[in-house]
Each structure stands twice: as structure tokens, then as C-alpha cells.
């Protein structure tokens, strides 16, 4: 999927890419619809969850382009799991 147009109609793929390729862990960027989808989580209680500390924190990586850390939104699921 490609990640959506930014306010200024240009994609963010340029920028998503660069940084998908710097990345020494090999760690995936995912964006909102992933997280969405591996959590079960509405996006407004995601923001809700972030704003209260709750959640991994967005990253920006350009223009209108944030991602999330698959490992981070990974292990959150892990450590909500383990305090089950």
C-alpha cells in the first residue's frame, strides 16, 4: 500500500523509503492502517493512548508522513499481554 498524498500533494514514499533503507535494525516503519490493524485499536484511542503515554509515540519523517516502529507497537502488545 502506498502511503497517502501529504497536504502539499506530493507522497511521502521518497522519504518513508530512505528511511526504511537507513535503518541498520531492520526494523519496519508501519503506518496508521497497520497499526490499527495489529492493535484492534480505533485511531482516536491510539492518539488518546499516545498523548497519555500509553502507547509508542509516532515518528515523523517528512512533510504530512509519520510511521511507527513495528517493534515498539509489537512489544506494547507484548508487555499489555504479560500484565494480562
Keep these: 500500500m502506498l502511503p497517502p498524498l501529504n497536504a502539499a500533494g506530493a507522497s511521502c514514499r521518497a522519504n ?3 528511511y526504511q533503507m537507513s535503518d541498520l535494525t531492520n526494523d519496519r516503519f508501519i503506518r496508521i492502517p ?3 490493524s ?3 485499536y480505533k485511531r482516536a484511542m491510539i492518539y488518546v493512548m499516545m498523548k497519555r503515554g500509553e502507547f509508542p ?3 515523523r519523517i517528512g512533510p504530512g508522513c509519520v510511521v511507527w ?3 515498539e507497537v509489537r512489544g506494547w502488545m ?3 499481554l504479560a500484565a494480562a
Design 69 to 71: 516502529l513495528e517493534s
Design 16 to 18: 518513508w523509503i530512505e
Design 34 to 36: 497497520e497499526v490499527i
Design 78 to 80: 507484548s508487555d499489555r
Design 38 to 40: 495489529l492493535t484492534g
Design 57 to 59: 509515540k509516532q515518528r
